[in-house]
Nanobody
Framework: QVQLTESGGGSVQAGGSLRLSCNVS?????????VGWFRQAPGKEREGVAA????????YYARSVKGRFTISQDRDKNTVYLQMDNLSPDDTGVYYC????????????????????WGQGTQVTVSS
């Protein structure tokens, strides 16, 4: 069983930064997988924020966060990070990481369909 654990959420003022971490319990070094970050604001649908494949290649970003958020991975630590800069109140929500292990098909990794495992989420609150 694979477990995902998010950390790093918190409260910041607009313009501030946070770095979220997603630790994947299963060793992912030799497996072609995909890890994505999603968020859900109160009263809104969950949306994909960023995604990265363990095999490399350019990460994927939602248009709303491109240029402000950076996804990266440390395969030795089985951890995927989401660096969030220049945060705005619109970024408020619960952030979840999800993993597709292994990748089985070509698809848009910013869509939640196809992910096998999900974390419990971490709250991000940005005040104006």
């Amino acid at each position: 069983q694979v477990q995902l654990t998010e950390s790093g959420g918190g409260s910041v003022q607009a313009g501030g930064s946070l770095r979220l971490s997603c630790n994947v319990s299963k060793h992912i070094h030799s497996i072609h997988d995909c890890v994505g970050w999603f968020r859900q604001a109160p009263g809104k649908e969950r949306e994909g924020v960023a995604a990265i494949y363990s095999s490399g290649g350019a990460p994927y970003y939602a248009r709303s966060v491109k240029g402000r958020f950076t996804i990266s991975q440390d395969r030795d630590k089985n951890t995927v990070y989401l660096q969030m800069d220049n945060l705005s109140p619109d970024d408020t929500g619960v952030y979840y990481c999800a993993a597709e292990i292994p990748v089985r098909s070509s698809r848009n990794p910013l869509r939640s369909e196809g992910y096998d495992y999900w974390g419990q989420g971490t709250q991000v609150t940005v005040s104006s």
